[in-house]
């Protein structure tokens, strides 16, 4: 694990706060041309990335209204729709379900009441439990001694919340992407599957805190997931401790793992309603007669995570304690401990914004406007529409794809893989795009101008990963190609958390671009005046060369390695 060493450290502390902010908080756009450029990138990014575009959570407005920018734009470059009815949308089927305070669950002689004892969520059909048993799980996330399937089957199961963790902490945190699909969930995998046959799984917390009530039961706020008909999702319950000890006969404290408990009935009840969520697909033609059937896919997710549940927090301190911390503790991944000089220096960080104060007065900020993650792929891909849209055609057709959900665990792109447009065997590769934007040192402290990770590109086919280097080889200023995040078992766990992994499931060839996390992601402080336009505008480039390449090819990438099962749960 890189240490930062202390000089840097010093540098971080001392930085003047104008350079937080070099680049204006609002841009007023030019006319976009064929060239893949930064000024064009920093056009459209600053359109998509606004906070008139409310965050771009799937299921809201802001989400409609920043797809309808997309539609807008494809239909000015002349490309094909290949979405649903002969447009560019292809609309996901999704609800949005919002738990009733008027829940009730009765064990013994004890009614506990819905948002004061206890809140739900489900994303599967929800049924009345009636006499199920409890048994006691032990720590959450906890991969020793693990309950039997018989212990679990048809009860619920109860476990200790682990320190920091919020609501839902006995699966990892669910899904999302960017990020998406069960981050850094791979190493708890063997105890979310253990629960797999549990009729619900409760999670003690210290208390319910008002934010959390407040999600659970507002409409506005509600959980978004797919409609598909799936019945399998476990119903999961945030306890007090009042409502556990009730739950488990005594405190859980005292209980030993795999204790039994007494019959419970509960009525939870849920309310749902449709959440609009849609793809775009638009098409290239191929100039090849032969070879126009088949299709270079080229994909980033154009949905975020929408408004901050919480007040709203100072948009330009939050962003250099973050840019300062994240250079100390941002090589640490999940489910890892930074280390107790990490701990010391972060806790070290003060921040001087006199200077910056002087130039405006505090910015109080609750919009997670996402112009990393992923507006910087969305707008990559808009730019790599317009450049093949006006200039000479490659032999296969492309094929543009902005898949929704993402973020609520990769929904969009495993609803167009399960429900293609074209023939799913006709796609011989897929590019995806998520967070491109930053980078830099200040970043990642692994970053620089050359930065640029890969993930997946050889996962299915050693003859696209080599392509890749090839290219890469051959541009202008080659990126630096950092595959650390691809190892098997990295607990980053990024092969499986990012839309591309929908089409390797099929045995589609996949590689994933991405400049990686920084301080900034999913915060209110991912805005557009912090992207680096021409380094972004260098990897839109290097996308471009590697799907001319891929589309020219006189066969399909050749696919040399195990295909993984497609309805089976990913492992990195």
Known sequence: MPRLCPGLLVALLALPAPLAAQLPLKHT??????????????????IYADDSMQGRETGTAGHLRSTAYIERELRALGLEPAGD?????????????????????TVGGTTLRGGIDFIATSRGAVRRIDGAAVVFGGMALDTSNLLSADQVRGRI??????????????????????????????????????????????????????????????PREGDVFMNDGRTDAPLTITLTSRAAQALLGGPA????????????????????EMAPARNLVAILRGSDAGLRGEFVALGAHNDHIGLSTGAPVDHDSLHLFNQARFAITGMVSRGQQASPEQMAQVAAIRLNMDSLRQRRATRPDSIRNGADDDGSGT?????????????????????????????????????????????????????????????????????????????????????????????????RQPFQLDYQFDANGHPENIYCRSDHYNYARYGIPVVFFTTGLHGDYHQVSDEPQYIDYDHMARIGQLV?????????????????HERPDPNGVCRQ
Not at 30 to 43: E, F, G
Not at 424 to 451: C, E, F, H, K, T
């Open 379 to 475: 707008v990559t891909l808009l730019e790599l529409a317009e450049a093949f849209s006006r200039g000479a055609r490659p032999k296969r057709s492309l094929l543009f794809v902005w898949h929704t959900g993402e973020e609520k665990g990769l929904l969009g792109s495993r609803w167009f893989a399960d429900h293609p447009t074209v023939p799913r065997d006709s796609i011989v590769a897929q590019l995806n795009m998520d967070m491109v934007g930053r980078g830099d040192a200040r970043d990642l402290p692994v970053g620089g101008p050359a930065y640029l990770q890969l993930v997946g590109s050889r996962r299915l086919s050693t003859e696209l990963g080599d392509l890749v280097e090839t290219v890469n080889r051959s541009e």
């Open 253 to 272: 404290d005292a209980a030993a793992k795999g204790q039994a408990g007494p019959a419970v009935q509960a009525n939870i009840i849920f309310h749902d």
């Open 85 to 105: 009815s002969g447009g560019f949308f292809q609309n996901v089927p999704m609800l949005r379900r919002t738990f009733d305070p008027a829940s009730t669950i």
């Open 29 to 46: 756009p030019t006319p976009t041309a064929r060239v893949i450029s930064a000024a064009d990138l920093m056009s459209r990014l600053y």
């Open 157 to 218: 199961v109860v476990v200790r919340q682990r320190r920091g963790a919020g609501a839902g902490a006995a699966f990892g945190g669910g899904g999302g992407g960017g990020g998406g699909g069960g981050r850094g969930a791979a190493a708890f995998r063997p105890y979310t599957e253990s629960l797999s046959g549990a009729v619900a799984i409760g999670t003690i917390a210290d208390s319910l805190s008002a934010t959390a009530v407040r999600a659970a039961t507002n």
């Open 544 to 560: 471009y060369d590697i799907a001319v390449r891929v589309a020219n090819l006189d066969h399909r990438p050749l696919v040399d």
